[in-house]
């Protein structure tokens, strides 16, 4: 649980710049790094993408008022995704105990095929999907309505628009009658105002995933870097050495 927090932001050619390697996730810590940013360049700040860490959005509230606060999509997705593969899990459980062994073994691939969106299944998956669906008409509920709910980001145009979609797809959750989703009912009340923010621009600190990416390899190169100091170095000179030093 010891977190470091890497600040970057998007330039206008896609390229990622580091800013800051703090040294903890505290709001303290992080509302220090912003009031840091000349005062002639805080009314440039935009946008700011977050995770869903009441730490981030009270430091950037406080100190970047007029910013406009977006939960990511990935981490949208990610927690309502949870709570449909909680959901296969337990359904799939159950099936192993109570199906004969030869049906259950129908069941193979279930998983991935889950976790696909409908499109690129191959005949295969969508067999044993429907083989699952059959025996776990719960779960096919809570597989179209997580499809649904992708859809809304995909296509809903404007925030009132993506607002609205939501809040029908969450009558219908409750409807169903499904509990899988109820934690993330929770999170969309929550923080509703800035995930649908989303639907403003499109903005998405989806590029944040593929740098997250790139620390866990420097990490694992290093075997574990403990300064932060260095931890900057290293971030800096994968995203910028080459461009720098390679003439």
Not at 102 to 118: D, I
Not at 172 to 179: D, E, Q, W
Not at 191 to 215: C, H, M, P
């Amino acid at each position: 649980r010891d977190f470091v927090v890497i600040v970057t932001v998007r330039m206008d050619d896609e390229s990622t710049e580091l800013l800051a390697v703090l040294p903890d996730r505290k709001k303290d810590t992080v509302v220090a790094f912003l009031r840091s940013i000349p005062e002639a360049l805080k009314p440039t700040v935009l946008n700011v993408c977050i995770d869903m860490h009441e730490g981030y959005a009270n430091a950037v509230r406080e100190v970047l008022p007029k910013a406009k606060l977006i939960v990511d999509r990935f981490h949208v997705s990610k927690a309502y995704r949870e709570g449909a593969d909680q959901l296969r899990k337990t359904e799939q459980r159950r099936l192993k105990r109570e199906l004969p062994k030869e049906q259950y073994e129908e069941l193979k691939g279930s998983m991935w095929a889950f976790r696909k969106k409908p499109q690129p299944l191959d005949p295969e998956g969508k067999t044993v999907l429907e083989n699952l669906f059959a025996h776990a008409p719960a779960l096919k509920t809570a597989y179209e309505l997580r499809e649904e709910l992708t859809g809304i980001f995909d296509t809903a145009k404007g925030k009132a628009t993506g607002s609205a979609a939501i809040e029908r797809w969450q009558q219908k959750v409750r409807r169903s009658g499904l509990k899988c989703f109820d934690a993330f009912l929770t999170t969309l009340s929550n923080w509703k105002a800035e995930i649908t923010n989303y639907f403003l621009d499109r903005q998405t600190s989806g590029f944040v995933e593929g740098l997250n990416n790139k620390i866990k390899v420097i990490k694992r190169r290093c075997y574990g870097i403990f300064d932060v100091s260095n931890l900057f170095r290293r971030i800096f000179l994968d995203l910028r050495g080459y461009a720098l030093f390679s003439t």
